[in-house]
């Protein structure tokens, strides 16, 4: 169900809206008696101990917070197999399949009250099949081992190539169509930079911006930084330092990532951090945050209509967040049930359809969701590139042409010099057909049919 979300702008704008400031949001919120955490816990324990009336019940709430979460809908449905409750887990894995989830219940003995049924083989194969590769992806270049954890990747038209930046260098490498790589910026005590985590290209007014923060994993990392972040301004010609602006100091850690463009210069930018978008403006010598969402967990990708009214957020665990700008209102997104939207990390915009990267779901996939008029419904889904033989938590991207290339596989931190090169992909905007789910309702229906006719035979007997 769709609920609107408390938003907070800037000083003037919190004023007009009835909104509360930053701080003060920061200073009354409640703890969540039963938290994410706390319900893991105690699903944990209940399962080790049998419990199994309390494991439901702990998945339960869990799902009920977290409706997007593959891994917490399998264990539901564990749950319910535990519990000999055949209706439910059988709605919920039908529910599972519908979003095209790819899960084997068969793989656990946890499942065994609910097998040996029509229903129980049919979605479950189903689910199986969900976990094949589907759509049209190429590969367009391989990056070579000395780009090490890129995670930001633009198009930038005056160089006619790719900009990646990277983690562990704070480096940004300008990659041609053949591969070829030259490296352009490098994180140093003169420019400041720390572990890159985004790129965004500003042709017309000759501007390069990088998000940029200090973390564990980046080189040259010093721990008195730990979660210092700023946006930094280079002349995109000469690649000269403009300026740097830093996050307002609020005694939090912060982790500026994905920007997006507006139609008049100002920058947008997602915290990866904590729930909150910033915003840089022409006119203005530093960073703003314009917007606090409550209800969000962990932002990655943004994106924004072209005229500027409508922003996009994407959060890993609630979904897609919806901003009108000019009417101060924020909702989710309006997806149909047969959609899961989470574990997002890319999220882009053109033609008002929407493409994200989800890497937090099984199977890893990249999906076009085509939006209504108002662009703030889901009308139709297409999948264009799932659960292919290079995908190992596919990532982030870039539209150039007509198509989306994006980081196929990603760099582990912690596995130093054990990395795979991470290839980038490009799949057509427009490949593949929307998705058309199995006439389930049919198939009930056959069965419930059947299960009459199978029970006056019964009788007659």
Known sequence: MLQKSVISFAVALMLAAGCLPLAAQTATTAPVPENVPALLVKANTAYVDKDYPAFRTAMESLHKL???????????????ALMDEKSQAYNLMLHMQQQGLAYDFMQSDDTLNIRGTEVFD????????AGDPMGESEQAFVLPAGVVTPEAIAWDESRQKFLVGTIAGGQVF????????????????????WAIFGILVDQPRNRLWVSSA???????????DKGRSALFEFNLETLDLLNRYPVPVDGQSHILGSMVLGPDGDVFIAD??????????????????????????????IAMQPDGRILYVADREMGIMVVDLKARQA?????????????IDGLYLQ????????????????MRLQLDASGTRVEAVRPLAVAQAEFDFPSFGTIEGEYLYFFANS????????????????TPLDSSADLVQPDMQLFLQQQAEKTKRDQLEKNKN
Request: glycine share 8%; proline share 7%; hydrophobic share 35%.
């Open 66 to 80: 977290r409706p997007n979460n593959s891994e917490y809908m399998y264990q539901l449905v564990i749950a319910y």
């Open 122 to 129: 049919y979605v479950n194969d189903l689910m199986k099949l």
């Open 174 to 193: 300008a990659v041609g169509g053949d591969g070829e790589v030259t490296e352009l910026l490098r994180a140093d005590n003169e420019n400041g930079l």
């Open 214 to 224: 200090s973390m564990p994993g980046f080189s040259r990392f010093d721990p008195a």
């Open 272 to 301: 990866r951090a904590l729930p909150l978008v910033y915003s840089k403006s022409p006119d203005e010598q530093k960073l703003k945050p314009i917007l606090a969402f409550r209800e969000l967990i962990s932002q990655r990708g």
């Open 331 to 343: 909702r989710l997104l309006k997806i149909p049930e047969t959609l899961n939207i989470g574990g």
């Open 351 to 366: 033609d008002n359809r929407l493409f994200v990267i989800q890497n937090g779901i099984k199977p890893q996939r990249v």
């Open 411 to 426: 760099q582990s931190m912690s596995k130093a010099g054990l990395q795979k090169p991470v290839t980038v992909l490009r």
